[in-house]
């Protein structure tokens, strides 16, 4: 049984994608090709995928559609096929959980790299843990409890128990949402800056210190002894509370 990583080409110009195929089937990769968004979902349900790369520009539905609807669904690896034009997709791309993207026109050899990369981040990091809502990621939208807070992912809102909104920063609510979706679990500050901001993370970047110092401001009752935002000196940081859908109440007990 052939064991090695299937790739999901998902581009409208037949000579790109088609061009894409061939090449990363000479790397070794199983490569599947499709020419829309509704070709897409029909590869996707018939095959386990590893990867999608996905064109922004196509007609009908996009690619950042798309994404946001593979993103809702679950986690599967994302790099998206940009224009230069495209800074403001290429920024909405990463802020929908893209883990990359490239530039067209593109050396194959860049995304090759950019594939490889993201493969292995993607086998570093633990396992997300569902969606709420079940698999049809309907019914008014994620929304989480933990401790006596809710995150509500479709308005990008933190509730307090008596229903107040603390105002998040993009950046602060990404955070949030990756602990939310990774709870109990020590995560890298490597790995916390791959899930939110991808490529835009530099080398020795201390922005996720940072962020989660502002966060343990707004969610923690004293930010200087955390008990939901935990730090393991040497591994990074965990959110050390159960997190359950907002409908279901929370459990009994204290955060360790």
Not at 73 to 85: C, M, N, S, Y
């Amino acid at each position: 049984m052939d064991e090695s990583p299937h790739i999901l080409v998902v581009d409208d110009h037949r000579e790109i994608r088609d061009a894409l195929g061939k090449y990363l089937t000479r790397q070794g990769y199983r490569v599947t090709v499709a020419e829309s968004a509704v070709a897409a979902r029909r590869v996707l349900a018939a095959a386990a995928i590893d990867l999608a790369v996905i064109d922004i520009m196509m007609p009908g539905e996009d690619g950042l559609s798309l994404t946001r609807d593979l993103r809702s669904k679950g986690d599967l690896p994302v790099i998206l096929l940009t224009a230069v034009a495209e800074e403001t997709d290429r920024i909405v791309g990463l802020e929908l959980g893209a883990d990359d993207y490239v530039t067209k026109p593109f050396n194959p050899r860049e995304l090759l790299a950019r594939i490889k990369a993201v493969l292995r981040r993607a086998q570093s990091l633990p396992p997300q843990r569902p969606a709420a809502g079940g698999e049809s990621g309907q019914g008014g939208g994620e929304r989480l409890r933990f401790a006596q807070w809710v995150l509500d992912f479709d308005r990008r809102e933190l509730l307090r128990g008596d229903g107040t909104v603390v105002p998040l920063s993009t950046g602060e609510f990404l955070l949030l949402a990756v602990f939310l979706r990774h709870p109990r679990r020590v995560l890298s500050r490597d790995q916390l800056l791959d899930l939110t901001r991808g490529r835009a993370a530099q080398p020795f970047d201390r922005a996720v210190d940072n962020q989660i110092s502002r966060l343990r401001r707004k969610i923690e009752a004293d930010p200087k002894r955390p008990e939901l935002i935990v730090t393991h000196w040497g591994g990074g940081y965990a959110f050390a509370a159960d997190v359950v859908p907002a409908d279901q109440a929370p459990a009994e007990r204290t955060p360790s």
